[in-house]
């Protein structure tokens, strides 16, 4: 992601005398011919960005073939996926050459911003369900032994290591019954999954604290509170698995309906722009 902001960057400030100006003053530029939407290098942004969001879709089809292992990683095809997410629509926004003169341009655009947003977002949901290197939901004993592992790393820190772990118990234990009480659809996961996440925001805080109390020099306290913090999310993903995967199913549903849409906008932007004699 670091790269595409970069290089749309450095697309954007080495031709920024164009794309700076009022829309009027444009056509007085020497790039005006080329950098418009419809001129040669808008146009070719406009067709590279359309193709990367086109065959960004191609995760979905990669994901019903998910025992198919000669097609390549699902994490392969997950790291695709973003990449080409944020690229694509990076080089639609400089087709754009920051202006957005018409509705469709604007439909389109406003759909694709949001399945942006929401890609993101769903990614982060994703990577809050531990999988295997096939994409798969990772199995709960292995994560259990992982958890197990840190927890006695925690506790070998020495004074303060004890406590510490001792507080991620409580606190993750309580956080857990909460969400887990009552009856709740796909929008609730998320919310409650999110909610335990933010609450648990301070752990690292309150670590840090205990141990200093417990004896822990400073220098000591500060890691452990590190440590105490991962453990604790590692917990969360642990015992509540089955939300965090709901949420990212709920989401992932909600994701690709907007793709839809985001789909039919952009085909009524193409078509009148091949209506009115622009092309591909």
Known sequence: MAVTILVGAVLLWYRWDYY???WEDRFDSPFHRRLRSSGNI???YGNVGLLLILGN???LVRRRLVSVTWLGSMQAWMA???FSGIVGPALIVVHSALTLRTWPAMVSSAALAIVVVTGIFGRYLYQLVPRLSNGRQAASEELAGDVDRSVMALRALGPGGAE???LVDR???AEVAAARGGAFGGIGAIARALGVLWRLRTLRGAARTVALAAGAPADRARPIGRRAAAIGRSLVRLELVDVLARAAATWRGIH???VIVMLLAASLHVSIAIYLGYGL
Do not use: K
Request: hydrophobic share 50%; glycine share 10%.
């Open 20 to 22: 700076g100006l009022p």
């Open 42 to 44: 808008g146009h070719l």
């Open 57 to 59: 879709l191609l995760y």
């Open 80 to 82: 695709w996926h973003v």
């Open 164 to 166: 510490a772990a001792e």
């Open 171 to 173: 606190r993750v234990e």
């Open 256 to 258: 690709r309906n907007l």
